[in-house]
């Protein structure tokens, strides 16, 4: 029997570049991401010592890095309030689709029509299709019915579909 850091190890090392990737949807940067990501392991890895050492459920990790944008989200809120107004832009040179993907303009494109799409929209897409999760486990994670999950993601797909169009059409125009 494997020792629980090797099977967790194991269990981070197939599903930590999917959670980066959903994290990345909630953050500014790549290193908040982490951050979140970092911190919902770490919640996760206390959590499951009391019931078992085994890796969680998917739906759960999804929900607790939610559940940590929301909180990042609420403290960087209030911070700004704080201080002095400060421009902050989106440093989207780090590769979130695929790092191999980066030169190729049509993975351009479509990084930049999810970013637009709405946040409800987007994390719904991103753990369907880049988490590998089930409507159901979107569901779960996210607290809302299959079928709110389902047409979400119908929705964002339809958006994308007539942005990316609307984009090669100018583009060869």
Not at 102 to 131: C, I, P
Request: without cysteine; negative net charge.
């Amino acid at each position: 029997m494997q020792h629980p850091s090797q099977v967790w190890k194991e269990w981070l090392s197939e599903h930590s570049s999917r959670f980066l990737l959903f994290a990345r949807g909630w953050t500014q940067n790549r290193a908040d991401a982490e951050d979140l990501v970092q911190d919902a392991i770490l919640r996760m890895w206390h959590y499951q010592a009391d019931h078992g050492n085994i890796p969680p459920d998917l739906p759960l990790v999804y929900s607790t890095i939610r559940f940590a944008a929301l909180n990042h989200l609420r403290r960087e809120s209030r911070r700004r309030k704080r201080e002095e107004s400060i421009l902050y832009f989106n440093d989207f040179s780090d590769a979130w689709l695929d790092p191999a993907a980066e030169d190729d303009e049509d993975a351009l494109l479509l990084r930049d029509a999810v970013q637009q799409l709405s946040d409800k929209l987007r994390e719904v897409v991103v753990m369907k299709f880049w988490g590998g999760l089930t409507f159901l486990q979107i569901s779960e994670a996210l607290a809302i019915s299959p079928n709110t999950a389902a047409s979400r993601y119908r929705y964002a797909m339809e958006q994308l579909a007539h942005q990316l169009k609307s984009l090669k059409a100018q583009r060869h125009a």
